[in-house]
Nanobody, 115 residues
Framework: QVQLVESGGGLVQPGGSLRVSCVASGGINGRYVMGWYRQAPGKQRELVAS???????YYEDSVKGRFTISRDNSKNTVYLQMNTLKPDDTAVYYCSAADKGLTYWGQGTQVTVSS
């Protein structure tokens, strides 16, 4: 079965950094587009960043210059490096994998930015 397992969330102070990771198994390969979404309380889930099989990234405007998405296909892993974190970045962060109309989701990891 397809499984996306996330790790690395936690509590950080404003201006701090975190790196969240997502390990994929069960048939997810390098042809999938990998992405990170987030959902804050009372808001809809939104795309934060994505990366193609060729390694080309996309970023939502609010995180450009602060976040970096990367993937290591040999390890079936996608990363999101988050720098200069702000309280507005507080959310549950979800890993996704998509190909040919199929989308899979991780369980989510909580990121809280607060002093």
């Amino acid at each position: 079965q397809v499984q996306l397992v996330e790790s690395g969330g936690g509590l950080v102070q404003p201006g701090g950094s975190l790196r969240v990771s997502c390990v994929a198994s069960g048939g997810i390969n390098g042809r999938y587009v990998m992405g990170w979404y987030r959902q804050a309380p009372g808001k809809q889930r939104e795309l934060v960043a994505s990366i193609t099989s060729g390694g080309w990234p996309y970023y939502e405007d609010s995180v450009k210059g602060r976040f970096t998405i990367s993937r290591d296909n040999s390890k079936n892993t996608v990363y999101l490096q988050m720098n200069t974190l702000k309280p507005d970045d507080t959310a549950v962060y979800y890993c996704s994998a998509a190909d040919k109309g199929l989308t899979y989701w991780g369980q989510g990891t909580q990121v809280t930015v607060s002093s």
